[in-house]
């Protein structure tokens, strides 16, 4: 099980705008993922009503993990959009 801890960089957290791009980015990773906030219970990262539930904010920890084969490549594309907080999807997701 690959798994990747990292800060949620958009100020705002895990609400409406960066939510949507994650959940996009993840849709888009090839293999099914996960999200935690903190050691809480995992959610589809590919669900727009379950990575809202989690009420991540700016700067709290979450995790990311996937059992599928080539998760790696995926969590860190996906772990670098979260920690940087960015506001549009990079090509290489």
Known sequence: MA???VNVGWAEGLH??????FVRAASAAGV???IAKGDGD??????MLAVL????????????TS?????????DRLAK???EGLDELPETV
């Open 3 to 5: 798994e990747r801890r």
């Open 16 to 21: 409406a705008r960066p939510a949507s791009i």
């Open 32 to 34: 099914p993922v996960t």
């Open 42 to 47: 995992p959610v589809n990262a590919a669900s």
């Open 53 to 64: 539930g989690l009420g991540a904010r700016g700067g709290e920890e979450v995790v990311l």
């Open 67 to 75: 059992g599928a084969d080539g998760a790696d490549a995926a969590l």
């Open 81 to 83: 959009l979260v920690a």
